[in-house]
C-alpha cells in the first residue's frame, strides 16, 4: 500500500510563497511520475503540475506556469511544490499523487493516478 502525505499548507497573503512537500512510501517512487492537483470548494480537482520519474520532465497548467516550480527527491521519496507570487485564486486543498505504472510520460488527468494523498489546505488572501 502506497501512502503519500503532504505538508507545508497555510495561510499567506497575496504574492507572498509557500512551499509544498509529499513524501512518499512508494518503493518504487524514483521509477514514477509523480503530479500535484488542487481543488477549490465547488469546483472540480484541476491538475497544476507535473514531475517525470527522473526530474528531468516537467510540465504546469498554464495559470501557475513561471510561479510554481516542481522539484523531486528520489534519494528522500519526496516531491515539492515550490509557489511563489500566490493569487487568492490559488487557493484551494492541494494533493500530491502517483502516476500509474514507471518510467511512464508525464499526465495530466486525475485519471492517470492512482494513489493520492490526503491534501494540505493553501489559503491566499486579498
Known amino acids: 500500500q502506497v501512502q503519500l502525505v503532504e505538508s507545508g499548507g497555510g495561510l499567506v497573503q497575496a504574492g507572498g510563497s509557500l512551499r509544498l512537500s509529499c513524501v512518499a512510501s512508494a518503493r518504487t517512487f524514483s521509477r514514477n511520475a509523480m503530479g500535484w492537483f488542487r481543488q477549490a470548494p465547488g469546483k472540480e480537482r484541476e491538475f497544476v503540475a507535473v514531475?517525470?520519474?527522473?526530474?528531468?520532465?516537467?510540465y504546469y497548467a498554464d495559470s501557475v506556469k513561471g510561479r510554481f516550480t516542481i522539484s523531486r527527491d528520489n534519494a528522500k521519496n519526496t516531491m515539492y511544490l515550490q509557489m511563489n507570487s500566490l493569487k487568492p485564486e490559488d487557493t484551494a486543498v492541494y494533493y500530491c499523487?502517483?502516476?500509474?505504472?514507471?518510467?511512464?510520460?508525464?499526465?495530466?488527468?486525475?485519471?492517470?493516478?492512482?494513489?493520492w494523498g490526503q491534501g494540505t489546505q493553501v489559503t491566499v488572501s486579498s
Open positions: 499523487a502517483k502516476q500509474r505504472g514507471v518510467y511512464t510520460a508525464v499526465g495530466v488527468t486525475p485519471t492517470e493516478y492512482d494513489y
Open positions: 514531475i517525470s520519474w527522473g526530474g528531468g520532465s516537467t
